[in-house]
C-alpha cells in the first residue's frame, strides 16, 4: 500500500524523471530555432532564392533590351561565278561569265526610345568588290556614318510598357520570396508542433505506463489479502495493456513526424532532437482589436505580391485594350536617315571627299475592312478589363474576409492558451486529491483513472493551444507581410 501510495504522490518526479532520459544526449530546439535554420539551409530556401533569383536576372534581361544594342557584322569574303546576262547597247543580250568576290565589315548600334516608342541606329560600314574576270577591278564603298530613326505613330509604346512591366515584375519577385520565407515560418511550426505534441504524448503514456505497472503489483497483492475485487484488478491489467499500445502508436507517430520536420529543416534523419514548448511573450499575448483588420488589410496591399500581380494584371489588361484601339486607326511609321558613303579603288581614297547620303519615308496602313476583326478585339479587351477590375474587388473583399478571420482565430488561440493552463492546473489539482482517497480507498480506480486521463488530455490540450498559437501568428504575418509586435512591413524589414 505505502509503495503505491509513494509512487503516485510522485508521479510529478516520475514525469521529470522519464523527460530527463528522454532528453539525455539529445538537441532541445525551440520553434525559433528550427524557423531560423529552415529559412537557412532548407532545401526549399534553396529554391526561394533560386526563384528570387530568376526574377531578378529577368528584370536585367528586360531593362537590357531598353539599352544600346551593339553589333559586329561581317561577311569575310564572298565567292561568286555565274553566267549573267548583259543588255548591249543595240538592245541584244548577251550572256557572260562573271567571277566576283566580295566581303562587307560593319558595326551598329540601335536604341529604343522609351519616351516615343521609337528606335535611334547608328552605323558604319565598308564593302570591298573583287572582279576576277576581264580587266580585274577592285572597288571599295565605304559609309563612314550613317544614322537613322524609326518612329511609328498612333501606336501603342511597348517599350514603355515593357519598361513599367519589368519593373513590377521585379518587384513581385523580392515580395514573393518574403512571402515564401514567411510561409515556410508557418510550415515549420505547423510540423514542428506535430513531433512536440508526439513527443509529449511519450512522455505522458510513459509515467502513465510506470505508475500503472506500480499499480498492477499492489494491486494483485491486494487481490490476495482479498482487498479489492477481481473486476477492479482485471481493470488495472487492461489499461496497462491499452497504454502498452497507445505508447507503441505513439512512438510510430513520432518518428513520423520527427522525419518529416528533419526533411524540411535538411537535417540528417538520425539526430536526436527534443523540442521546446515556446510561450508567447508579454507583447505577444496583447489580443488584437477588430479594428486591426482595415491596418492589417492596407499592409496587405502594400507588401503581398498578389496585389501586385493584380496591379500587372491591370497594366496587361489596359496595354491590351489601347492595342485594340490604335488597330482601328491609320498607323504611319516615320523612317529617316542621314550619313555620308563614298567608292574608290583604294581603301584610303574611300574615305575622302565624302557624299551625304539621304532618306526619308512615311509609311501609312489604313484598316478598310476587318470583317469586324478589330471590333471584336476592343469589346473582348473591354470586357477583360472589366473582369479584371472586377475580380480585384473580389480579392479585396475576400482578403479583408480572411484577414478578419485569421485576427478573430489568433485572439481566440491567446484565450485557449489562458483557458489551458488553468485547466491544467485544475486538472493536476484534481489529479492529486483523487490520488489520495484512491490510495485510503475511498475512491474506486476508475474514479482515479479518470483524473488521471483528464490530467494528461489537459497537458495535450495547452501544447494544442500553443501550436495554435504559433500557426495562428504566422499565418497572418505570411497573409500581411507584416509584423504585428514592431508593427513594420516584414516586406521593408527585408
Same mark, same amino acid.
Given at each position: 500500500?505505502?509503495?503505491?501510495?509513494?509512487?503516485?504522490?510522485?508521479?510529478?518526479?516520475?514525469?521529470?524523471?522519464?523527460?530527463?532520459?528522454?532528453?539525455?544526449?539529445?538537441?532541445?530546439?525551440?520553434?525559433?530555432?528550427?524557423?531560423?535554420?529552415?529559412?537557412?539551409?532548407?532545401?526549399?530556401?534553396?529554391?526561394?532564392?533560386?526563384?528570387?533569383?530568376?526574377?531578378?536576372?529577368?528584370?536585367?534581361?528586360?531593362?537590357?533590351?531598353?539599352?544600346?544594342?551593339?553589333?559586329?557584322?561581317?561577311?569575310?569574303?564572298?565567292?561568286?561565278?555565274?553566267?549573267?546576262?548583259?543588255?548591249?547597247?543595240?538592245?541584244?543580250?548577251?550572256?557572260?561569265?562573271?567571277?566576283?568576290?566580295?566581303?562587307?565589315?560593319?558595326?551598329?548600334?540601335?536604341?529604343?526610345?522609351?519616351?516615343?516608342?521609337?528606335?535611334?541606329?547608328?552605323?558604319?560600314?565598308?564593302?570591298?568588290?573583287?572582279?576576277?574576270?576581264?580587266?580585274?577591278?577592285?572597288?571599295?564603298?565605304?559609309?563612314?556614318?550613317?544614322?537613322?530613326?524609326?518612329?511609328?505613330?498612333?501606336?501603342?509604346?511597348?517599350?514603355?510598357? %515593357?519598361?513599367? =512591366?519589368?519593373?513590377?515584375?521585379? @518587384?513581385?519577385?523580392? $515580395?514573393?520570396?518574403?512571402? /515564401? +520565407?514567411? *510561409? !515556410?515560418?508557418?510550415?515549420?511550426?505547423?510540423?514542428?508542433?506535430?513531433?512536440?505534441?508526439?513527443?509529449?504524448?511519450?512522455?505522458?503514456?510513459?509515467?502513465?505506463?510506470?505508475?500503472?505497472?506500480?499499480?498492477?503489483?499492489?494491486?494483485?497483492?491486494?487481490?490476495?489479502?482479498?482487498?479489492?475485487?477481481?473486476?477492479?484488478?482485471?481493470?488495472?491489467?487492461?489499461?496497462?495493456?491499452?497504454?502498452?499500445?497507445?505508447?507503441?502508436?505513439?512512438?510510430?507517430?513520432?518518428?513520423?513526424?520527427?522525419?518529416?520536420?528533419?526533411?524540411?529543416? %535538411?537535417?540528417? =534523419?538520425?539526430?536526436?532532437?527534443? @523540442?521546446?514548448?515556446? $510561450?508567447?511573450?508579454?507583447? /505577444? +499575448?496583447? *489580443? !488584437?482589436?477588430?479594428?486591426?483588420?482595415?491596418?492589417?488589410?492596407?499592409?496587405?496591399?502594400?507588401?503581398?505580391?498578389?496585389?501586385?500581380?493584380?496591379?500587372?494584371?491591370?497594366?496587361?489588361?489596359?496595354?491590351?485594350?489601347?492595342?485594340?484601339?490604335?488597330?482601328?486607326?491609320?498607323?504611319?511609321?516615320?523612317?529617316?536617315?542621314?550619313?555620308?558613303?563614298?567608292?574608290?579603288?583604294?581603301?584610303?581614297?574611300?574615305?575622302?571627299?565624302?557624299?551625304?547620303?539621304?532618306?526619308?519615308?512615311?509609311?501609312?496602313?489604313?484598316?478598310?475592312?476587318?470583317?469586324?476583326?478589330?471590333?471584336?478585339?476592343?469589346?473582348?479587351?473591354?470586357?477583360?478589363?472589366?473582369? /479584371? +477590375?472586377? *475580380? !480585384?474587388?473580389?480579392?479585396?473583399?475576400?482578403?479583408?474576409?480572411?484577414?478578419?478571420?485569421?485576427?478573430?482565430?489568433?485572439?481566440?488561440?491567446?484565450?485557449?492558451?489562458?483557458?489551458?493552463?488553468?485547466?491544467?492546473?485544475?486538472?493536476?489539482?484534481?489529479?492529486?486529491?483523487?490520488?489520495?482517497?484512491?490510495?485510503?480507498?475511498?475512491?474506486?480506480?476508475?474514479?482515479?483513472?479518470?483524473?488521471?486521463?483528464?490530467?494528461?488530455?489537459?497537458?495535450?490540450?495547452?501544447?494544442?493551444?500553443?501550436?495554435?498559437?504559433?500557426?495562428?501568428?504566422?499565418?497572418?504575418?505570411?497573409?500581411?507581410?507584416?509584423?504585428?509586435?514592431?508593427?513594420?512591413?516584414?516586406?521593408?524589414?527585408?
Amino acid at each position: 500500500m505505502m509503495a503505491g501510495h509513494q509512487i503516485i504522490n510522485g508521479v510529478a518526479i516520475i514525469i521529470l524523471i522519464v523527460w530527463s532520459q528522454f532528453t539525455r544526449a539529445q538537441t532541445v530546439i525551440t520553434l525559433q530555432q528550427a524557423i531560423v535554420l529552415a529559412q537557412q539551409s532548407s532545401l526549399q530556401v534553396s529554391l526561394n532564392k533560386n526563384n528570387l533569383e530568376i526574377a531578378e536576372q529577368t528584370y536585367k534581361l528586360q531593362r537590357a533590351q531598353l539599352f544600346p544594342q551593339v553589333n559586329l557584322n561581317a561577311n569575310l569574303p564572298g565567292y561568286n561565278s555565274s553566267i549573267t546576262s548583259v543588255t548591249q547597247p543595240d538592245g541584244t543580250i548577251k550572256f557572260t561569265t562573271v567571277e566576283q568576290a566580295y566581303s562587307n565589315v560593319g558595326i551598329s548600334l540601335s536604341q529604343k526610345i522609351a519616351a516615343t516608342g521609337g528606335t535611334f541606329t547608328a552605323s558604319s560600314n565598308i564593302n570591298r568588290f573583287d572582279l576576277l574576270t576581264g580587266n580585274r577591278i577592285s572597288t571599295f564603298n565605304t559609309q563612314p556614318y550613317v544614322l537613322g530613326i524609326v518612329q511609328p505613330l498612333f501606336r501603342f509604346n511597348e517599350t514603355a510598357y %515593357n519598361l513599367k =512591366t519589368a519593373k513590377i515584375s521585379k @518587384l513581385i519577385g523580392s $515580395k514573393v520570396f518574403v512571402k /515564401q +520565407q514567411e *510561409q !515556410l515560418a508557418a510550415d515549420v511550426s505547423s510540423l514542428f508542433h506535430t513531433v512536440l505534441q508526439a513527443q509529449t504524448n511519450i512522455v505522458l503514456l510513459t509515467a502513465t505506463s510506470n505508475t500503472t505497472d506500480t499499480l498492477l503489483k499492489t494491486a494483485k497483492l491486494k487481490l490476495a489479502l482479498g482487498k479489492i475485487g477481481e473486476e477492479e484488478y482485471l481493470q488495472i491489467q487492461l489499461e496497462q495493456l491499452n497504454t502498452t499500445a497507445q505508447l507503441q502508436q505513439a512512438q510510430n507517430d513520432v518518428e513520423l513526424a520527427k522525419n518529416k520536420l528533419f526533411n524540411m529543416l %535538411n537535417m540528417p =534523419t538520425k539526430s536526436e532532437i527534443v @523540442l521546446e514548448a515556446t $510561450k508567447p511573450t508579454a507583447i /505577444q +499575448q496583447q *489580443q !488584437l482589436e477588430q479594428t486591426s483588420s482595415t491596418i492589417l488589410f492596407t499592409q496587405y496591399k502594400q507588401n503581398n505580391p498578389e496585389y501586385e500581380q493584380q496591379r500587372l494584371a491591370q497594366m496587361q489588361n489596359y496595354a491590351a485594350l489601347q492595342r485594340a484601339k490604335y488597330t482601328r486607326l491609320p498607323s504611319f511609321n516615320i523612317i529617316a536617315g542621314y550619313g555620308s558613303n563614298q567608292s574608290a579603288p583604294l581603301l584610303n581614297d574611300a574615305y575622302q571627299n565624302l557624299l551625304t547620303q539621304r532618306n526619308a519615308t512615311v509609311g501609312v496602313a489604313v484598316p478598310l475592312f476587318t470583317a469586324g476583326a478589330n471590333s471584336a478585339s476592343l469589346k473582348i479587351a473591354t470586357y477583360q478589363q472589366q473582369n /479584371q +477590375q472586377l *475580380q !480585384l474587388q473580389q480579392l479585396e473583399q475576400q482578403m479583408m474576409n480572411s484577414i478578419l478571420g485569421q485576427l478573430l482565430a489568433y485572439n481566440n488561440a491567446l484565450m485557449l492558451i489562458h483557458n489551458a493552463q488553468l485547466t491544467d492546473s485544475l486538472a493536476q489539482r484534481r489529479y492529486a486529491i483523487s490520488t489520495n482517497k484512491f490510495n485510503a480507498g475511498k475512491i474506486t480506480y476508475t474514479d482515479f483513472l479518470l483524473a488521471q486521463n483528464q490530467r494528461n488530455q489537459s497537458k495535450k490540450n495547452y501544447i494544442n493551444a500553443i501550436a495554435s498559437y504559433w500557426q495562428a501568428y504566422y499565418q497572418l504575418r505570411a497573409s500581411t507581410m507584416y509584423d504585428i509586435e514592431t508593427q513594420e512591413s516584414l516586406y521593408n524589414k527585408n
